[in-house]
């Protein structure tokens, strides 16, 4: 099997209307439906100086989740203040972030070059060290979310092997725009297209999977979920369609519920 590492933002979700939270974060979110699967993934992050440091710590070991820590800093956990409309997910406030602070150390930077799967996301701001990073053969991840047209994703991008966007619909934009993200060197390109499914492409063809119709409890998490089963569909050796249908099964389920993982 091989062996996964996510990387680096965590947070705390608050709803005060409805007087409940949930540790999460991308990085997060992703570790823990991996393994929930059956997949082998270490989390890498920073820890803030609260109690929901500490809770995500004791999370993740009831997991069996290996953490890393790449520093312990004196700001606290970042909170999201949310809020929920149709199911649809609502960001209000945010505020205190301890990912601010974030540097890979030389030990850190060999420790990742050990994983075969390395996943990111913008708050470990890996342009700064992925070209001399990332080794061969190793498989690397990175969930740009909505920011699709930021210019320092094209110093990612070379190295990607799974590029992922999310974006509302299949138009000829996104089409053209998943072209060239693959002309610029990602090996496959997937947009998570919410209520319209998913859409990937590898510089060949286009592969369409439709979207399940289920009433939503929370949209938070969709993303996450759906990257962390396609990606242990890749572990497994499944091809982009099998990667596709399990994450559309894992965000299905993660939808119908409250929290962004089981």
Known sequence: MKRAIAMADNC????????RYYLTGNSIDFALNYKDMGGDVTEMTILGN???AMALK?????????????KYSDCPTAMATMDIVSGDKKHLHFQGNAMEEIELGKEDLEFVKKFDIVYAERWTKIGRYIKELKQPGQIWVY????????????????????AFF???KDDDYIRTFMKQTRKKGAKVVVSMLGEQGSLAYDGEQFYKLDA???EVI????????????FMYGVS??????ECMERGKKRATEIIQQFNPYK
Do not use: W
């Open 236 to 241: 497994m050796g499944e091809n982009i369609m």
């Open 58 to 70: 004791e999370q993740l070991k009831e997991r069996e989740i290996p953490l890393r820590v790449l």
């Open 218 to 229: 929370n949209t938070v998490g969709a993303g996450d979920s759906y990257i962390a089963a």
């Open 143 to 162: 969930d740009f979310s909505k920011r699709l047209e930021l210019k320092t994703n094209d110093e990612i991008i070379p190295y990607l092997n799974y």
């Open 212 to 214: 399940e119709k289920v």
């Open 12 to 19: 705390i979700d608050v709803y005060y209307k409805l007087g």
């Open 50 to 52: 609260d109690v929901f």
């Open 166 to 168: 999310s974006y509302d």
